[in-house]
């Protein structure tokens, strides 16, 4: 089934993805060999007996395959499901959309990215949050986790696995990003087609880590949007929707119309945020609006079906209307196509209406000023 979203009111459009989400987030299991200072997931070494079971995980497959939205496979470390090339199998026989995030560890050898060829997965997520062993291993806690990131990579490149790169925003790895981009166009081709910016969540274990500024922020969209212009692959942001709003400003500035504007929204993913395009299934089959939102929970797979519970679910109707936001964000002109990240709003303020704490923007409507 095509998705089909609705355009929403205001200057600027968004949509609200009241029927389907782009993208279905599953994680197979929280057990992972890695111990990241980022993990949302708290992650242990082993699996937890009361895990979605292989006829559970086949049926949350069927669903999301009926909603037609992608499905990625996550952790934890998807490789320590050992049923999980049988689970892949069957998605590729229900014509399933894949992408899996595995761990970068020794378990992800030269086989297992040829078995993600033969499953024709849609990409595989490798994370590279520093441009040497020295970085990326500090922030991931184990040692040779760069190398087998980098390895990985290589392997895509030979057996013509899409690969995307994922990478940690946080005022440690901040300083790194240019190299890190350098390597990338450096080693990456032909495998890499999307480098994603994730803009740290202080939840699970990355509550510790430092976040940027919101100053900083601001300075890394305009690198963001200077380098996409011949960047090899596409370079995206991930809980950063206000990179929406410095893309307008820039392409107003630039003399762009609102018209045209709008024929490219939704190639830029306007409207899409927690609850609104994405949704998470946890490993115990409990849904939430995305994966670093953990309030409110919206039901279980066990009892209800995926389509169900994205489609009806209350709460998440009040987190799709850009126009219940708060704060700066329910002031903001942009509110639509961005509307901030509610998962920050939430791990940062506590209310998951809030505006994003990391938005440098003041809208000229916001009632209270604030620098
Ligand atoms: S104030 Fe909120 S809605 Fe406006 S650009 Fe910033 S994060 Fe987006």
């Given at each position: ?8 009111k ?14 279905v ?17 708290n992650?242990e ?10 006829e ?20 934890g ?5 050992e ?7 069957y ?9 899996i ?8 050898t ?10 024709g ?17 500090a ?5 040779g ?9 290589q392997?895509?490149?030979e057996?013509n696995v899409?690969v995307?790169i ?12 240019r ?10 081709a032909?495998?890499?087609r999307?480098?994603s ?26 690198w ?17 929707p ?19 504007i ?13 609850g ?18 953990p309030?409110?929970?919206l ?7 995926i389509t169900q519970?994205?489609r009806?679910?209350p ?16 002031a ?5 196509p961005?509307g901030?990240s ?8 506590g209310d998951?209406m809030?505006e ?16």
């Amino acid at each position: 089934m095509a998705i089909a979203p609705q355009r929403a009111k205001g200057r600027f459009p968004g949509y609200v993805y009241a029927q389907a989400p782009r993208n279905v987030y599953w994680e197979m299991t929280r057990a992972c060999d890695l111990a990241c200072r980022h993990c949302r997931a708290n992650a242990e070494h082993n699996r937890d007996p009361r895990e979605l079971t292989t006829e559970e995980g086949k049926a949350l497959m069927r669903d999301v395959k009926e909603m037609g939205s992608m499905l990625i496979l996550t952790g934890g470390d998807p490789m320590k499901r050992e049923d999980l090339f049988e689970l892949m199998a069957y998605g590729r026989g229900i014509h399933l959309p894949m992408g899996i995030t595995p761990s970068t560890t020794p378990t992800l050898t030269r086989d297992v990215v040829a078995r993600f060829a033969e499953l024709g997965v849609s990409a595989m997520g490798v994370s590279l949050d520093g441009p040497n062993p020295g970085v990326h291993d500090a922030f991931r806690r184990v040692e040779g986790t760069f190398d087998c990131s980098m390895r990985a990579l290589q392997w895509a490149n030979e057996l013509n696995v899409p690969v995307q790169i994922n990478t940690t925003v946080t005022s440690e790895t901040l300083p790194h990003l240019r190299e890190v981009y350098r390597v990338l166009c450096e080693r990456g081709a032909p495998a890499v087609r999307r480098w994603s910016l994730f803009l740290l969540i202080p939840v699970g274990r990355g509550a510790a880590l430092g976040a940027p500024t919101p100053q900083q922020v601001e300075e890394l969209f305009t690198w963001v949007y200077e380098i996409s212009e011949s960047a090899p692959f596409h370079v995206g942001t991930v809980e950063a929707p206000h990179y929406r709003r410095y893309w307008i400003q820039r392409k107003l500035a630039e003399g762009a119309t609102d018209a045209d504007i709008e024929r490219i929204a939704p190639r830029m993913g306007f409207g899409i945020r927690d609850g609104n395009g994405v949704v998470f299934v946890s490993s115990l089959g409990e849904v939430f609006p995305a994966g670093f939102l953990p309030e409110p929970r919206l039901g279980s797979v066990r009892e209800q079906s995926i389509t169900q519970l994205y489609r009806a679910s209350p709460a998440l109707s009040v987190l799709r209307d850009a126009d219940a936001l708060h704060g700066r964000c329910g002031a903001c002109e942009y509110r639509w196509p961005c509307g901030g990240s509610r998962a920050r709003a939430f791990g940062m303020t506590g209310d998951p209406m809030g505006e994003d704490p990391l938005c440098a923007y003041q809208p000229a409507a916001a009632a209270e000023p604030r620098h």
